[in-house]
Nanobody, 114 residues
Framework: QVQLVESGGGLVQPGGSLSLSCIAS????????MGWYRQPPGKQRELVAT???????NYADSVRGRFTISIDNDKKTVFLQMNSLKPEDTAVYYC????????WGQGTQVTVSS
């Protein structure tokens, strides 16, 4: 019913920036929130940031002040601006959307390394 396509991942040096985007398509009218999760190597998937239609954002403590989530409510497109990146930010980043269930994107690799 809902398809999510992420883009913007890649390799960046510590202290650098990347911007991720996620476009929702299909039956998108019922989506009431979108967000980002990530899965570092050898760890479980964890929340990064979410945003609802208000829009009201919330962030994990580990990224607050460095990452910014934003949303285009009409087009159901969510963005994640990542600044001051650290090696511990290295992970596969997944877009998520909430309706009657949760939908996931395919994931995009972000690697922070010298």
């Amino acid at each position: 019913q809902v398809q999510l396509v992420e883009s913007g991942g890649g390799l960046v040096q510590p202290g650098g920036s990347l911007s991720l985007s996620c476009i929702a398509s299909g039956s998108i009218r019922g989506i009431y929130a979108m967000g980002w999760y990530r899965q570092p190597p050898g760890k479980q998937r964890e929340l990064v940031a979410t945003i609802n239609s208000s829009p009201r954002p919330n962030y994990a403590d580990s990224v607050r002040g460095r990452f910014t989530i934003s949303i285009d409510n009409d087009k159901k497109t969510v963005f994640l601006q990542m600044n001051s990146l650290k090696p511990e930010d290295t992970a596969v980043y997944y877009c998520a959307a909430w309706e009657s269930t949760i939908y996931w994107g395919q994931g995009t690799q972000v690697t922070v390394s010298s």
